[in-house]
Structure formats: C-alpha cells, structure tokens
C-alpha cells in the first residue's frame, strides 16, 4: 500500500470512530456516559464563548509555563554535574535512584499541605514530573558520551564554559531533548493531578467539577483542550530539536523513559 | 637502549633540539580481575624537532598507549617524559593528536571543527580566518567549509581530523593508527598528502602504525617496538631522500634496505624462519 492509501485507510478509521460514537450515543449508550462528538464541539465552543474555559486553560498553563522549564532546567543542570563530578554522583545516584521510586503523583497532597491550594503546588507537581526524566535522560547522556571528544577539546586547549556548551552539551543533546520531549506529557500531567487534588480553578478542575455534576461533554472538552496543549509544546520542542541537531543525518536515538 | 639523539639526525636542521624525551617510562594497567598488566616497559626514547618518527608493532604492544602518555591522558607508572624541557603532568596542550577514528566533533562544520583550537586570544579574527582556509585547502576539502562530518567520506573526515591537529600548529602532532580503517588506494592518497604537508610545515610527527610498508615510508626513524610488555626492539633509520613519491616507494632507493632490516626484527618477532 503506498502512503496515500495509508493515510486514507487512517482517516477512514478516524471518521468511522467518531462517526459509530455519535450513532451509539443516546441509541445504544447513555449519553451522560459517553456524551457525542456534535455535543464536545458545541460545548467546545461553548465553554471558549463563555469564557471560563479560557480562564482554566489559562491557569493550567501558566503552572506548566513555570514549573516545566524551571524541572527541565534543575533536571538538565544536576544531570550534566553528575556526569562531570565523580564525587557528587557516588555521593547521591542511590538517593536520587530511591527518590525515583517515589511514585512521585503520590506526593501531590503533599504539596498542596506545603505550599497551599493555589499556583505553587501545582507547579512543584509540575516541577517533580519535570525533573526526574531530565535528569536521568542527561545523566545517562553524560554517561554514554565518548570521552575522547572531551580529551580532544582539552588537549587543544578548550576548557570551562566553551567546553561545556561547544563539545559535552552538543555531545549529549540528543538525551536532552529526549528528556525534554518525554516530560512534556507528565508536565501536564503533573499540573491536573495538583489540580485533582484541590484547587479552585485550572483545566484539571474544570474537569473533576463537570464530572461530578455528570456534564460529560465538558470532561471530553477538558480532556481535548489538554491533548492540545500538549501536541503544540511538543511541536515546539520538536521544531527547537530539529534545528539543534541538524547535524544528525538519523534522527533515531534511544528512549530512556525515566 | 637505543637513542635517536645518537644517532646521525634526517632532518635538515642539524642543530635541531631534543623535543621528547621519553626517560625509562613504563605503564601498568589493572585488568579487572585485579592483575597488573604491563603496556610498556623501561621505554627510552628520544625525539627531535622536525623529525617524522613512526612507531610499528603488533597489535597490544602498546603503541597507542605510548602517545597517550605523551600527550598526558594518563600518567606513566615509572618514569618521566620530558617536553621542550618539562615534564608531561596532566594533560600536555603542545601536542596534537589524531585519534584512530576521525573524531570530528559532529555537531561542528568541517571549518568549525578545523578552527576548534585556534584559541581566541592568540589568533584575531582575521588571522583565524585565514589559518582556516589555508588548512581546508591544504586538506583539499575546500568548498566543503559548511559540510558536517556526517556528510563526508572516510578519506575526507581523515583529512579533516589531521588539519584539525594541524591548524594550531602544535609542535608535535601524534598519530594512532589514522589511515588503519581506509582502502588501500585512499590511504596511499593520504600518505602521500601528509608527506606534502609535513614537507610544507615540518612539525615533529609520531606516527603509529601496525604497517612495515606505510612506517618505513612515511619516516625518518622506525621506532620497532615487541609484542607485551611493550618494549622498543631497535629503532631503524630509513635511508630514503625526500621528497618521497609514495606511489612508487618500492622502488625508491633505500625503501628495500630498511624495509628488509624491518622485516628481519619482525620474522624473529613472529617465529617465522628464514626462506
């Protein structure tokens, strides 16, 4: 089958999709179970024309905004140092390994007891999501880089910042944005389940409110709207990624998920 | 033990001064079962400026392990390895050095790489400029300035490599094995290539090979050393004049003298009798 006919088979199983779920909606299936796609796009628009949806969204992302590059930065900054530094990784790879076994949404409620119902406990949930996957996707990227390069560039004389940003972060930076890219998903995550927990306002409790009041059209929207957020900053990271490793005739790499 | 500074200098410049002084160095590895491992044993050697100096032994003798105590990637077990008068403590920034594979740093274009060393503070922008564009030429690999290691061939990412070192002018360049991967006839291009460049910039070059025929064409001195612990076997002089045409280095006068006095050491070497 030729790309074209891949894709027109894709779209037509897209369409019949949706297509069986409205059929099934109200005939087979209650509606306030599953909704329909006709009532999700009404309320779409509904939920945008009204304004609070914007307002939720708009909370959501400024959580995210603040906590994911402050975890990505952290992660990325604590990765690089345990490569560089025998010691510090001797002294706290055990820490941080156990750390990680923390099932870290677990925490959320934490958070919320520590830093109130507002802005800030969900972005520290964004921020632990965040960082843990920076982190080891750099550190594992610091210890798979070839260290001749680094003996190379010292051997010609280049040391501190222009050995930093010339020859290791060029050398690990396809983990980097491995890393940035895997954390982009469980950034959002992180700031739905902060906002799960307790919270007045946000995409997360939009969707927790609908559902208690068995709105399910709502819960789809909220549901769509974070799908959204999440395909454009990965569409984002991508093109940065793109342009950063242009270098790269192959783009696979491997996959660490932390 | 043999001693180059005795013996009768190749190089133009007789008054030429000891470089490298290599002073009963030997270097021992740990295996992981714990064993000591000696790489090289009671090494002596001395090297002067402008000479070309190939290295030849079987493979685990620890040639490589020779240029990287010189060029202060590890330290010597024993001994001491003196520089233009200093002794080699850490990482000796006055040599180049050209790795078994290119190593071209990927990220970097051909002219990004070629530069990486020329240091901002010694060359104006200008003069860096300049420095660039005469080493890409000087490898052939003009009009490939914006090109990515990736994007070239074996033969071009070997020249590369080599300008790279090359560029900032070190006062010695170290070679491990830089042609063993290539064809045969790409490798007599670059020999070839490197004997015009050296011709042209005469900066002290020891170069490691496991080929007879490429150590005795390419130097003035063929440092043989034994299978482990390494130790320096003889050290031959090659007779031949310079410039020296690689392509038809068989028949150039004195390549059979040394390369059969080569041969000799190595068939004792191997346990191979004579014909």
């Given at each position: 089958m030729g790309m074209m006919g891949i894709t027109l088979v894709r779209f037509a199983i897209i369409i019949g999709f949706f297509a069986l779920w409205e059929i099934a909606?109200?005939?087979?299936?209650?509606p306030f179970l599953i909704s329909s796609p006709s009532r999700i796009f009404i309320s779409l628009i509904d939920g945008f024309r009204e304004g609070d949806l914007l307002q939720h969204s708009w909370v959501t992302l400024v959580e995210i905004a603040i906590g994911f590059p402050v975890g990505a930065i952290s992660g990325i900054a604590l990765g690089y140092a345990f490569g560089r530094s025998r010691l510090l990784a001797d002294i706290f790879e055990p820490i941080i390994i156990a750390l990680n076994?923390?099932?870290?949404?677990?925490?959320a409620p934490l958070f919320i007891v520590w830093l109130g119902i507002g802005l800030w406990s969900k972005v520290g949930v964004v921020f632990l999501l965040t960082f843990f996957l920076n982190f080891f996707n750099t550190y594992t990227g610091m210890r798979q880089m070839d260290e001749e390069y680094v003996d190379l560039a010292n051997l010609m004389g280049v040391k501190g910042w222009k050995l930093t940003f010339k020859v290791i972060f060029p050398a690990i930076s396809p983990y980097v944005f491995t890393g940035i890219r895997t954390s982009i998903p469980f950034a959002v995550i992180g700031a739905i389940v902060g906002e799960f927990v307790a919270a007045t306002e946000g995409v997360g409790f939009f969707i927790r409110m609908s559902a208690g009041i068995f709105r399910t059209a709502d819960v789809f929207v909220g549901i769509i709207v974070l799908m959204i957020m999440v395909i454009i900053m990965d569409k984002i990271a991508e093109a940065v990624e793109r342009r950063a490793l242009r270098?790269?005739?192959?783009?696979?790499h491997v996959q660490i998920q932390g | 033990m043999p001693d180059l500074a005795q013996a009768p200098s190749a190089s133009p410049q007789n008054q030429a001064e000891t470089v490298i002084c290599v002073e009963n160095v030997s270097k021992l590895f740990q295996t992981p079962a714990r064993e000591n491992l000696e790489?090289?044993?009671?090494i002596d050697l001395n090297i002067r400026s402008a000479e070309f100096i190939t290295v030849v032994g079987?493979?685990?003798?620890?040639k490589s392990t020779l240029l990287k105590l010189i060029a202060g990637f590890s330290p010597c077990s024993a001994g001491r390895i003196v520089f233009q008068g200093e002794e080699v403590r850490g990482l000796n920034t006055k040599v180049g050095y050209v790795p078994q594979e290119s190593k071209l740093f990927p990220w970097l274009t051909v002219e990004e790489n070629v530069g990486f060393g020329l240091d901002s503070k010694r060359y104006s922008r200008a003069d860096r400029q300049r420095q660039v564009s005469q080493f890409i030429k000087l490898a052939g690999l003009d009009g490939f300035e914006k090109y990515y290691p990736g994007q070239l061939s074996g033969g071009m990412s070997k020249r590369a490599s080599i300008v790279r070192a090359l560029a900032y002018e070190p006062p010695v360049i170290l070679m491990d094995e830089p042609f063993g991967p290539l064809d045969a006839q790409t490798r007599m291009v670059l020999q070839d290539e490197l004997l015009k460049i050296w011709e042209q910039k005469r900066q002290t070059i020891i170069f490691v090979t496991h080929d007879l025929v490429e150590a005795v064409a390419l130097g003035d001195y063929v440092v043989v050393m034994t299978h482990r612990p390494g130790k320096i076997k003889d050290i031959i002089k090659v007779p031949m004049a310079r410039p020296r045409n690689i392509f038809e280095i068989h028949r150039q006068e004195g390549f059979d003298d040394a390369y059969g006095r080569l041969w000799n050491i190595f068939r004792h070497e191997l346990n191979i009798g004579a014909h």
């Open positions: 909606s109200g005939r087979w299936i209650e076994g923390i099932p870290r949404t677990a925490l270098w790269q005739s192959q783009k696979e | 790489a090289l044993l009671n079987p493979s685990g003798c620890g």
